[in-house]
């Protein structure tokens, strides 16, 4: 039934982590792609010079989809089946404030959520107290933790 898994993100650079989890899905499923929106939320809209700087990072790598939903409700609409989502713990706290308990249920989606160090802690799925016990049914916990490309970028280590 999930059989199109899609990792969105900003990709401000692709890392290491990033390939993990699109590499991941890809050995679980053939049909896979990266996407990029270029309505991003809290954002100016990014311009079609700093999209294309984007894109080439995934040339002879990997397909990726331009889309102009910065809410996982939108990207989950574009399709007309329900797509396997990767997604940090962090976007699946946002989703919440954003959508509430209820909303996130709607989202006709399956979501992997990956653990993420934020502010040198590891954050897991189990930790988020908004999301009740039985609404983690929708959520797939995968054992990943991968610092953030802003915590990158403000390291200077950018490793591909």
Do not use: W
Request: net charge positive; charged share 20%; glycine share 6%.
């Amino acid at each position: 039934e999930y059989c199109y898994h899609i990792v969105p993100g900003s990709y401000n650079p692709l890392h290491k982590g990033h390939r993990f989890i699109y590499d991941s899905h890809v050995a679980n499923c053939s049909k896979a792609a990266f996407e990029i929106s270029i309505a991003r939320r809290g954002k100016e809209f990014l311009s079609s010079i700093e999209l294309n700087r984007r894109l080439e990072q995934f040339v002879g790598y990997a397909p990726v989809l331009v889309t102009n939903c910065s809410q996982m409700m939108a990207k989950a609409g574009l399709f007309s089946f329900k797509p396997v989502i990767a997604i940090g713990i962090d976007t699946a706290e946002r989703m919440i404030e954003d959508h509430g308990v209820l909303g996130v249920q709607g989202i006709r989606s399956f979501f992997f959520v990956y653990d993420r160090i934020i502010n040198g802690v590891r954050q897991t799925l189990q930790q988020l107290p908004a999301i009740p016990r039985n609404m983690q049914r929708i959520y797939m916990p995968v054992e990943f933790a991968e610092v953030s490309s802003t915590t990158l970028r403000n390291q200077g280590a950018l490793s591909n």
